[in-house]
T-cell receptor, first 110, second 115 residues
């Protein structure tokens, strides 16, 4: 059963634009909601995470917006750069286990 | 500092063979995790160790898969009688304590190809 649904599957934006990736989850009992960034040939790396008692968290150009009632959260990348081109995964965390979405391949054109 | 390392980086084997994949976690991390990532998919949880013991092995797909962490540091994922469907990238992660929401740090993975 798929607990995390991520969209879009792929995204192309121009340098300086805003990238938005969305996730929806099916269970209410998760502890926190991280986003991971993965480059080809590398393991995923934590980008930013939010707890369910917070509606928004910002770190530099990256912002998570969290809507508990809708069971949705999103990643916003401001001023997107070519170096941001990677695959992004949302995840939910419970009892030491991460459950990942299917990923979004982001391409930022120069 | 040193991150999570995994060996080998690539493993090609034939259907029916036995393979071992090794993970060296970040020094001092008590929690260790194995995930499997199929092409175009997100990582899928396999097993979680707290110290030497498997705290949660509910993600192991069947009894051909087994993992150990005898001294609470290095871990080995063992796959018996490999099948073509086992082909994937096997990721290892470690975290400081494994409780609360401490960050899981991932290694680069071992790409397993079963011919």
């Amino acid at each position: 059963q798929q607990q995390v649904k991520q969209s879009p599957q792929s995204l192309i934006v121009q340098k300086g634009g805003i990238s938005i990736i969305n996730c929806a989850y099916e269970n209410t009992a998760f502890d926190y909601f991280p986003w991971y960034q993965q480059f080809p040939g590398k393991g995923p790396a934590l980008l930013i995470a939010i707890r369910p008692d917070v509606s928004e968290k910002k770190e530099g150009r990256f912002t998570i917006s969290f809507n508990k009632s809708a069971k949705q959260f999103s990643l916003h990348i401001m001023d997107s750069q070519p170096g941001d081109s990677a695959t992004y995964f949302c995840a939910v965390f419970q009892a030491a286990r991460l459950t990942f979405g299917e990923g979004t391949q982001l391409t930022v054109n120069p | 500092g040193a991150g999570v390392s995994q060996t080998p980086s690539n493993k090609v084997t034939e259907k029916g063979k036995y393979v071992e994949l090794r993970c060296d976690p970040i020094s001092g991390h008590t929690a260790l995790y194995w995930y499997r990532q199929s092409l175009g998919q997100g990582p899928e949880f396999l097993i979680y160790f707290q110290g030497t013991g498997a705290a949660d092995d509910s993600g192991l797909p069947n009894d051909r898969f087994f993992a150990v962490r005898p001294e609470g540091s290095v871990s080995t994922l063992k796959i018996q009688r490999t099948e073509r469907g086992d082909s994937a990238v096997y990721l290892c992660a470690s975290s400081l304590v494994g409780t609360g929401t401490d960050t899981q740090y991932f290694g680069p993975g071992t790409r397993l190809t079963v011919l």
